[in-house]
């Protein structure tokens, strides 16, 4: 793995026990990224006044009332979260402790312990990202762009997002209480979740039912994804089949050169996405090397909680006109995230450049809008591969997914007429 490694996750999206980004490695010192050596002398009037820093530390050991309260650790964890939080990057750039950075590597092995929720902190409120397939969060029909008010009675307005964390963690087979609010109902539950241990499938296909069409979903970008999705789409074309269904539904995001080499086994050519770095340079991420579905038939589904890496596929698709977007605007992960590892073990996670869809769009902070707008009603059960297996054509129509109902039917369109689909 490169010393520097390009990161894609929401950055305060965290725990095993609340899935958190891929870590992204090793990253350069900052002294040099900043373009000095290590050891050279500070600039004239850079840096925090650390002697003010630690006038106040003295007043608040000294001084301070709760005496239970007066601790290093917290106190150092809180000088750190404020320094990046000041940023004003909310969502992204973050300091992550040791005990998440440690949960990151256990992800990167594709097996973890939790509860499957992707979270980050946004307009004041921890905010679901996404639940991840497979975990008692989906399960429970948890979904993008509720807000978590409380664990196990606990509020958490008062919280940073590593302390939520904290107090969603625990031990496999253990109960944590959820108090959930849905923005779009105004209505609150309480949501008992019990941690499980979680494999990670990140790629998976099935033929959908009475169809000539794939149903491929991509859950996140871990690696190895991409060599994952050219495989399934080379047994696609084996299988005769005449159209994909790329779902990229609750997809959170994950290494960059994996979105990259993903949006590059549809494209024939062009850039997937452009870099801009914090003196407004230019850099262009091209397609890869040609992959097996460059011309097949296919519609792309998104939602909120389609995010980061997921957002680059999209765009790239979407400003090529190769696929139709259906579903809803998407999260709106906007930045290239690098991992400054601390001396403890901790890392701070930091927003270094902006990415932008090849033909120049924003995304940070605004999101993919769909091509064709479809909502979905509250208690709408995702269809996925895993549970299109056994499934009739019956079955399928009968289902309350009305974004694959409705992408099903632009690719029967797309298949009789190939100028009938909208692009935007």
Same mark, same amino acid.
């Given at each position: 793995?490169?010393?520097?490694?390009k990161?894609?996750?929401?950055a305060?999206a965290?725990?095993?026990?609340v899935a958190i980004?891929?870590l992204?490695?090793?990253?350069?010192?900052r002294? %040099? !990224?900043?373009?000095r050596?290590p050891?050279d002398?500070?600039v004239?009037?850079e840096?925090p006044? %650390?002697?003010?820093?630690?006038?106040?530390w003295?007043?608040i050991n000294?001084?301070y009332v =709760?005496r239970?309260?007066?601790s290093?650790?917290?106190?150092t964890?809180?000088?750190?979260?404020g320094?990046?939080?000041s940023?004003?990057d909310?969502?992204?750039s973050a300091?992550?402790t040791?005990s998440m950075?440690e949960?990151? !590597?256990?992800?990167?092995?594709?097996e973890?312990?939790?509860?499957?929720?992707?979270?980050?902190?946004k307009?004041?409120?921890?905010v679901?990202?996404?639940? @991840?397939?497979?975990?008692?969060?989906?399960?429970?029909?948890?979904?993008?762009?509720?807000?978590i008010?409380?664990?196990n009675?606990r509020g958490?307005a008062d919280?940073d997002?590593?302390?939520?964390?904290d107090l969603?963690?625990g031990?496999?087979?253990?109960?944590?209480v959820?108090?959930?609010f849905? +923005?779009?109902t105004?209505?609150? $539950?309480?949501?008992?979740? !019990?941690?499980a241990?979680i494999?990670?499938?990140?790629?998976?296909? #099935? +033929?959908?039912p009475?169809?000539?069409f794939?149903d491929l979903?991509?859950a996140? %970008?871990g690696a190895?994804v991409?060599k994952?999705?050219?495989s399934?789409? #080379? #047994?696609i074309?084996?299988a005769k089949?005449k159209?994909? @269904?790329l779902d990229?539904?609750n997809n959170?995001?994950g290494?960059?050169?994996e979105?990259v080499a993903?949006?590059? #086994? %549809?494209l024939?050519g062009?850039?997937v @996405?452009?870099?801009k770095?914090a003196k407004g340079?230019?850099?262009?991420?091209?397609?890869?090397?040609?992959g097996?579905?460059?011309?097949l038939p296919?519609?792309?589904?998104?939602?909120?909680?389609?995010?980061?890496?997921?957002e680059i596929?999209a765009?790239?698709?979407q =400003?090529?006109r190769r696929?139709p977007l259906?579903g809803?605007?998407?999260?709106g992960t906007g930045?290239v995230?690098?991992?400054?590892p601390?001396?403890?073990?901790?890392?701070v996670?930091l927003? $270094?450049?902006?990415?932008?869809t090849?033909?120049?769009r924003t995304?940070?902070?605004?999101?993919i809008i769909?091509?064709t707008?479809?909502?979905?009603?509250?208690?709408?059960?995702?269809v996925?591969p895993d549970?299109?297996?056994?499934m009739?054509?019956?079955?399928l129509?009968a289902?309350?997914?009305?974004q694959?109902?409705k992408?099903?039917?632009?690719?029967?369109?797309?298949?009789a007429s190939?100028?009938?689909? +909208?692009h935007?």
């Amino acid at each position: 793995m490169s010393r520097r490694t390009k990161r894609l996750w929401m950055a305060a999206a965290v725990a095993a026990a609340v899935a958190i980004s891929f870590l992204g490695g090793a990253a350069a010192d900052r002294a %040099f !990224r900043a373009g000095r050596a290590p050891g050279d002398p500070p600039v004239q009037g850079e840096g925090p006044n %650390f002697s003010l820093i630690r006038q106040a530390w003295d007043i608040i050991n000294l001084e301070y009332v =709760d005496r239970s309260a007066v601790s290093s650790k917290p106190l150092t964890t809180g000088a750190i979260t404020g320094m990046v939080d000041s940023l004003g990057d909310t969502g992204h750039s973050a300091y992550l402790t040791r005990s998440m950075v440690e949960e990151e !590597r256990s992800l990167m092995s594709g097996e973890y312990v939790g509860v499957g929720l992707e979270i980050t902190e946004k307009n004041d409120h921890v905010v679901i990202v996404a639940p @991840l397939d497979g975990s008692p969060a989906i399960r429970a029909g948890l979904r993008a762009g509720e807000q978590i008010l409380k664990v196990n009675g606990r509020g958490v307005a008062d919280l940073d997002i590593g302390q939520v964390v904290d107090l969603i963690v625990g031990p496999a087979g253990s109960i944590v209480v959820l108090s959930i609010f849905d +923005p779009a109902t105004s209505s609150t $539950v309480e949501v008992p979740l !019990r941690r499980a241990h979680i494999r990670i499938d990140n790629v998976s296909w #099935q +033929p959908v039912p009475g169809m000539p069409f794939a149903d491929l979903r991509v859950a996140a %970008f871990g690696a190895g994804v991409a060599k994952e999705v050219r495989s399934a789409l #080379q #047994q696609i074309e084996a299988a005769k089949l005449k159209g994909i @269904l790329l779902d990229l539904r609750n997809n959170p995001g994950g290494e960059l050169v994996e979105a990259v080499a993903v949006a590059s #086994q %549809f494209l024939s050519g062009g850039d997937v @996405l452009l870099e801009k770095d914090a003196k407004g340079g230019i850099s262009h991420d091209a397609v890869r090397q040609r992959g097996p579905a460059t011309a097949l038939p296919l519609v792309v589904l998104i939602n909120e909680g389609t995010a980061s890496g997921a957002e680059i596929v999209a765009g790239a698709l979407q =400003d090529a006109r190769r696929a139709p977007l259906l579903g809803e605007t998407t999260f709106g992960t906007g930045t290239v995230l690098e991992n400054f590892p601390l001396s403890d073990g901790s890392a701070v996670l930091l927003a $270094v450049r902006e990415w932008l869809t090849p033909a120049g769009r924003t995304i940070w902070h605004k999101g993919i809008i769909p091509d064709t707008r479809v909502l979905l009603s509250a208690d709408a059960a995702l269809v996925t591969p895993d549970t299109l297996k056994g499934m009739t054509r019956e079955e399928l129509a009968a289902t309350t997914d009305a974004q694959v109902k409705k992408a099903l039917e632009a690719l029967r369109a797309e298949v009789a007429s190939p100028s009938a689909l +909208p692009h935007h």
